[in-house]
């Protein structure tokens, strides 16, 4: 009997190669053979644990590294709301070399908390928030505002009578006419209504009383 096997067929992939074998008697047979390139691909599998060890290791420090920064950045808050003679309305200037941005502040007592409302000289809300429990609440529709809620911490530290300071924010100091929560900020006042309020982040506000109807 004559056999004689010829290549029939050989394909090629990132899997292996498969060589098909042909006999003329009649019938194939298939022959899988692992490639070089499939093996290097199970190399990879067996490497790829680690570095996905070392991926979700990093993506959990940099999770943690952004929470500290947020809680970090958080603008401190007293320890129990001050006393404060509400409502009060304040005008609010920030102050750049050569330009000035003008608000209308109006600070008043809702039940346990007190409300912040921002609007400029039109009358226009710019910012709302509502402190209760040592916590910002979003009052109203206005997006979130992290400058107002700054602003409105920072002018919270300003407002406090100076025998509740201590208790209310440790590590604040006060000499004179001038108040500061070191390295956070610093406040310089006329008359306790009437400052300079200086933010690290490198804003200046004046801050003068208001008599009269809101606009």
Known sequence: MFIANRLKHQTCGSGGATIRLARESGGSADISVESTTAFASKSNRRTAAPTGVVGVLRFLLFAVALL???????????????DLPLPLQLHIQLLKPDDRLDWVLVIQHEETGIRWSMMDLLGIPQARQLLNDKTWHADGLLPPNPQARELFAALLFALTPQ??????????WQ????????????VRYTQPQNFELMIANGATYQ???LSGETP
């Open 68 to 82: 500290l920064s947020a809680c970090t950045s958080r603008a401190p808050l007293p320890e129990q709301n001050p």
């Open 175 to 186: 000499h004179g006419r001038q108040r500061s929560l070191p390295e956070r900020w610093d």
């Open 207 to 209: 801050v003068t009383p």
């Open 163 to 172: 025998d509740e300071l201590a208790a209310n924010y440790p590590g604040a």
